[in-house]
């Protein structure tokens, strides 16, 4: 995959890019990256890259040409997606993230300032993704992070690969506890089931744990998913035997069981 961040600020990416999984990703060529100053295709003496808005307003905002020109200079992998890193975008999701992964380049637009001329919206960019309902001082943090959801995604990065289908939001569910060594610290012990070997009866009891977590504290994502016999069978049972500090969802929350 083919990564090209396109950014004010191309320093902002160089130690997260080397650290890690994504790091060793990078380096071993299962994903590259490439940071583009559109400061560098701006046409005038001071290399400016914003203006005043028309109409008025406070701030300043991106102007279209070095954008254009910067995008328009990349060697272009297919499929590929120009995607606008803006708070009125689609929000970041698992989903988004394992769709974006099949793609053979992502280009990514950082904004700056109070935002985009919006012929960069309409004409330049092919979609919009937000982190969430929040404003940033730029697109950097949002672009690192996708970045990073969509390279972890890849084959090669991550080594056990059936790791990632147990893991929070792939199936739909939070993930379910974890724990490793010693099996009791400060009096606080690990679950007995995890101990005994009994791989079915630890199958169980993950899937039971991964049902129980989310009603408490996602129940949105289980109004979403329909729950098999069996899995309402393990959510009621364990509910019934759970007890935790974590709070309840109210009952206008709870989706019904």
Known sequence: MRLDILTLFPDF????LRMGLLGKALQQGIAQVNCINPRDFATDKHRRVDDEPYGGGVGMVLKPEPFFAAVESLPRWDPCEIILLTPQGQTLTQEVLQELA?????ILI???YEGFDERIR????TREISLGDFVLTGGEIPALALINGVVRLLPGTVGKVDSLKSESFESGLLEYPQYTRPPEFRGYKVPEVLLSGDHQAIARWRQQQQLIRTWQRRPDLLAKRSLTAQEQHLLETGLAEEKTDVEEPTDAQKPSL
């Not at 099949?102 to 992502?106: F, I, R, T």
């Not at 309409?122 to 960019?125: C, D, I, R, V, Y």
């Open 110 to 112: 950082c904004g700056q």
């Open 122 to 125: 309409q004409h330049l960019a």
């Open 13 to 16: 990416f160089g130690a997260p």
């Open 102 to 106: 099949q793609k053979a380049q992502l």
